[in-house]
């Protein structure tokens, strides 16, 4: 089977290419806490996150969407998806019954179509959040070496 794609989409003014950090945010250990409590507290701890998230949210931010326990963001540079990093994660802190987070984070080339957004720098940064641990942000060199990261003594105990 081949697949065609809507030539129209070429046209479509949603369309734009342009540079992010994009970074995935979830909540750890978030399996073992819905089996332990159930799903219907999960589901309202999901959207606790999702909304101190909204709130967190700098004006040049975006949250893109919500994707169980996680969200995706995409900020306009290194340094602006660090600082929204830690405010996420400080509310999280300040909020009760959130376990800690971890993130995957990329800098690069994106297409956003719609409210989506595509290309390899999402996959990086969804991969990276995935092999994060604990308490962890792991990041792409583009993040990792930026002046913001760097001030960092210790990027992951940072948050």
Do not use: C
Request: glycine share 6%; no cysteine.
């Amino acid at each position: 089977m081949e697949f065609q794609l809507d030539a129209s989409l070429d046209h479509d003014h949603t369309i734009t290419n342009d540079y992010a950090a994009v970074a995935f945010v979830d909540l750890s250990g978030f399996t073992a806490l819905t089996e332990v409590h159930g799903d219907r507290h999960a589901a309202q701890l999901a959207e606790a996150f999702a909304d101190l998230t909204r709130v967190a949210l700098g004006e040049s931010d975006r949250l893109i969407k919500t994707i169980g326990d996680a969200v995706l963001v995409t900020s306009p540079t290194p340094r602006s998806v660090l600082e929204l990093i830690g405010r996420i994660t400080d509310a999280t802190r300040r909020a009760d019954g959130f376990p800690v987070l971890r993130a995957g984070i990329h800098y690069g080339p994106i297409v956003a179509l719609r409210d989506d957004v595509y290309g390899n720098t999402v996959n990086i940064a969804s991969r990276l959040a995935a092999s994060a641990g604990p308490a962890q942000v792991l990041a792409a060199r583009p993040v990792a070496d930026s002046p913001a990261a760097q001030a960092l003594s210790s990027p992951a105990s940072a948050w």
